[in-house]
């Protein structure tokens, strides 16, 4: 995600300082915002994603079209901001949030064609920390991951993560440094295995090649510096690697 242009802050908090934005429109003044852009809002039941993006908010759900929005100059109502803009209504609030595992003094609600999201919002990560939708669902199921790690118990990709029963079971896709492919099940709640099943290649369904995630301490086979964390809050849970590096 990059950040909007000309932005002064003291800080990552919820707290307000003065600073001007640039919008398609021209500039915007960020005065007494809620939180300071460059930030990101994040939810999941069903997952969602909102950034910045030079100027434009950017609102992404899984395996659907971005729908993208000029920034605008918010209303103030009852202490939140609110973004009327285009097909997006944008609610920004200071108020305690937790989501996917992680925890924020600011929350958000969006309203697209009449369906609320509700989630959480996050000062903008640093260069080479990942922000993709794929990042956020390894955040989001990282128990369900080491518990399929540990029950594999070798070194493997984490190639797809997706939620199943309405988030009562969730599936991950592995792949081995032997190229074995293994899809197994978690029951969320308590962590039980309920499947790890080896699967040909060729097999696999679409949300089991979206990603190539390694748990943070498995080192790759060569140096991969362009590989991006993916964190939940400041604890990096390990990297996105792209298709040049080597498992």
């Not at 309405?166 to 293994?182: I, W």
């Not at 790759?220 to 990297?239: F, H, K, Q, S």
């Amino acid at each position: 995600m990059s950040g909007a242009a000309q932005t002064s802050q003291t800080g990552g908090g919820s707290q307000a300082s003065v600073g001007v934005v640039t919008g398609p429109s021209g500039p915007i003044d960020t005065a007494g915002w809620v939180m300071q852009p460059p930030f990101y809002g994040v939810g999941d039941e069903p997952y969602w994603r909102l950034e910045i993006i030079d100027g434009w908010f950017s609102f992404k759900r899984s395996a659907l079209r971005a729908i993208d929005e000029p920034m605008v100059q918010p209303t103030k109502e009852a202490g939140a901001d609110v973004f009327n803009s285009g097909s997006l209504k944008i609610v920004i609030r200071g108020e305690a949030c937790a989501t996917g595992g992680q925890s924020s003094d600011v929350a958000a609600e969006i309203t697209y064609d009449d369906v609320g999201y509700i989630g959480c919002v996050f000062p903008a990560p640093a260069s080479g920390v990942a922000t993709s939708p794929e990042a956020a669902a390894v955040v989001q199921g990282v128990a369900s991951i080491d518990a399929c790690l540990a029950r594999l118990a070798q070194p493997a990709l984490v190639t797809g993560v997706a939620p199943r029963q309405d988030g009562a079971a969730m599936s991950v896709a592995m792949r081995a440094r032997n190229g074995t492919l293994y899809e197994c099940g978690v029951e969320t709640a308590s962590g039980a295995i309920l499947y790890l099943d080896p699967m040909e290649v060729g097999a696999q369904a679409q949300w089991m090649n979206r990603m190539r995630f390694l748990r943070e301490g498995v080192a790759t086979n060569a140096a991969c510096d362009n590989a991006e964390d993916v964190r939940a809050g400041e604890t990096v849970l390990g990297r996105m690697l792209p298709a040049s590096c080597r498992f």
